[in-house]
């Protein structure tokens, strides 16, 4: 069993460059800044920049490291539909682990243009299996053990639970969004070059992240701004749908323990003991602000019901009892503080949320309605 708080240098061991697709968004931006802070590694950032990609929190990592810190961190502004464009950096980059974050994500915005998720997360994950084989099947023995590809999922492509039960590693897939039956097709591709191909990779599969420097289209970040600018603010249908909420550095604690001590062709599913219903968040959000941003009535009063999105699941909670029992990983911030500091955050950041709202021309508008 591996110890959680290793330091990503620890973790590494003999891996020092490291290719991380997608690491100007929120994830993967996490896991940049954790291993420019906690190693030695030459990162290389393959992200095409879009529209919830940003750099602003990594740049603040580099500053606060100093000038020789520079050169770790390498940008390779490539989309993965580009085959040619992803084989090129994987050879730039020749690296000894690949974690594969980059992906379009947000399930309203799936219903309304799913041909995007098809192309970015099924087409271009086709393209880094590709590049990445062909780097692993150059490599000399003594890289070949360690290299792995890990490819980060969700627990969407599961589908919905009832009232009872937990999605885990052996639970058969049934997505029922544009959004997670493209993630479950890399899922699949990324299996298949295991086990046709011999390509070393693991694979993990978490819930619902939340905390700082997420691109303010979900849930808690839609919810705290809406609410301190005195908008109103959506509840989907009923409000009871359940979603498991996983505190952004305790995935990256389990992406790092996955990538590097995890067993070839495994997967791993990663939740953090934090089953919510939308409701239940909505209204504590609004609990939260009232101590931190007083207002003449409560915040609670500002919820309004609206349609509910279409093919809604239900619910979704994990079992990590398979990455805790052999990687020894546990979350460490409880979801009730980890809520209370996400929304401070937010309050806190509004410039930044702004900024990048007007960079990507969204306005904070509902997304995802079919008509």
Known sequence: MTDVMSSAAELLGSRCRVLVTGGAGFIGGAVVRRLLNESEAIVFNLDKMGYASDLTSINQVLVSLGPE???????????????????????????????HLAAESHVDRSISGPGVFIDSNVTGT???????????????????????????????????????????????????????ASKAASDHLVNAW??????????????????PWQFPEK??????LKAAAGEDIPLYGDGLNVRDWLYVEDHVDA????????????SYCVGGHGERTNREVVETICLQLDELKRSAAPHRDLIRRVTDRPGHDRRY???????????????????????????????????????VREQAHYDGGRLGTVT
């Open 317 to 355: 909670a994990i079992n990590p009892a398979r990455i805790s029992s052999e990687l020894g990983w546990k979350p460490r911030h409880d979801v009730s503080t980890g809520f209370r500091e996400t929304v401070r955050w937010y309050l806190d950041h509004q410039d930044w949320c702004s900024r």
């Open 255 to 266: 992406l790092l323990l996955a990538a590097c001590k995890g067993e070839s062709g495994r």
């Open 194 to 211: 295991h086990h046709t191909f011999g390509l070393p990779v693991v694979l993990t599969n978490c819930s619902n992240n939340y905390g």
């Open 69 to 99: 810190a520079a050169d770790r961190h390498q940008l390779l502004k490539v989309d993965l539909c580009d085959a040619e464009a992803v084989a090129q950096s994987v050879k730039r980059a020749d690296p000894d682990l690949v974690m």
């Open 219 to 224: 849930l808690i970040p839609v919810v705290t």
């Open 126 to 180: 086709y393209n880094l299996l590709q590049a990445v084989r062909l780097h692993y099947e150059g490599l000399p023995e003594s890289r070949r053990g360690p290299f792995r590809l890990h490819h980060i999922s969700t627990d969407e492509v599961f589908g919905s639970l009832g009232a009872h039960g937990r999605f885990e590693e052996t639970t058969p897939y049934d997505p029922r969004s544009p959004y997670s």
